[in-house]
């Protein structure tokens, strides 16, 4: 089942979407809904991002390959996490599907794209197991975690290497019957395929890192923890697109537009 | 003024403080509210967190003796930061004046407290001068950025040192008359005074934070920003009693218990 956040004119609403109609619902699926009697054309509506989170946690290096290609646009040794620490991303940076992303006029020319699997909470969960961690699952989106290279050098923290706004792309649904065994991710730069991996080759899986989170943290209703990426990002310049693609979810698309250009 | 947000029976509503008097508002102070013509005392109310923060932004690094005691727990020169870069804390952690900080069964002594100015913005804002920066915020409260320095050493982020549940007390209230001129930030641990410091001497004040933040991200009424603190902490046991209390604001209170103990 796919959940949609759309907007009609003035109001924005849960939907179920089949094909291209979606099923309004009253209410939302984190605290509860009620179906409609209506129908609408998914081409008569604008997509919202699938949530606002109400925390947003995000992997970061998760997948060997990235490590490999961060440690090296370092000129350091490349060292795979140990352990599962989870990081965070901050809400004002959420886009949805089709939206631009503005690249900050005094950024420099390494803006990259991340593409991740992203994991909705739907129940809240503290201290969980492995076995169980993944029962507390709502469904799964797609995430770009765009990042500036140089203020992620330069700056103490992340505060706009990675979350100016509109440097995170979420969309274009949550998808409830997503299966990560053999999933594929997929970024294409301008409709040319620029970088594909396994989806499930994480260092650490989706499970593991919610039954460790849980150890320390109430996890709730609306949050959303994104996956990491593999491998690495050619430099993005104003007016290309960019896709990310998860087979069993869908497509996220964005063009990439810089202020003032 | 001062807004306060507590719960009487199932309810939970804002309410503007008077003495010991409470008047409740329907509504909220960040996006419109009436006034009832009710009246509560405060001792027959449970007090709540003043917001659940829409970002939850923290300076970090920000008074000069606080950077001075990092370098020296860390073994290396204290270089005090050169720009305003903001980080972030999460929402799962907060609790409210009077309630318990639960220290992980886990964790190790180095549990430490550190007493924090909190701007609350009220309006939303991008792209502000310096000169107009504070014209966004609603008022203030305080924070106690309460740490686990073996995981803040060890971990590759700050999730569990930082954010394990129940590690962010912020209240009493907010106060919307506060000047921070002359203010003085003073921590009692189980009543007596263990450091005290000039509020405002911060190394990047509240108006350069905000207006170097906007420049790329734009700021939302019911964002918080923790300012910072200074000097360091003894070890936090199990049964202490710390409070934060910053001039012409309040005193906000809690005890620590460790889990299992």
Redesign the interface.
Known sequence: MKWIRYSCGNTTSYGILTGTTIQPVVGDPFHGYEVTSKQVELKDVTLEVPLIP??FYAA??NYAQHVKEVALRHGIDATL?T?A????R????LIAHDEDVII?ADAGEKIHYEGELVVVVGRKV?NVTEADALDCVLGYTIGNDVSERDWQKL???F??SK???TFKPMGPWIETEFDITGARTEIRLNGQVSYAFDTAAMIFGVAHFISR?S??????PGDVIWMGTDGSSPNIRHGDTVEVGISGIGTLRNRFVRAGA
């Open positions: 109400r925390t970061g290096m996490p352990q620490d989870i990081g965070y901050a809400n004002n940076a900050p503290k700056d103490r923290t505060w706009r979350n100016s706004d989170m150890q320390y943290i109430t996890l709730y």
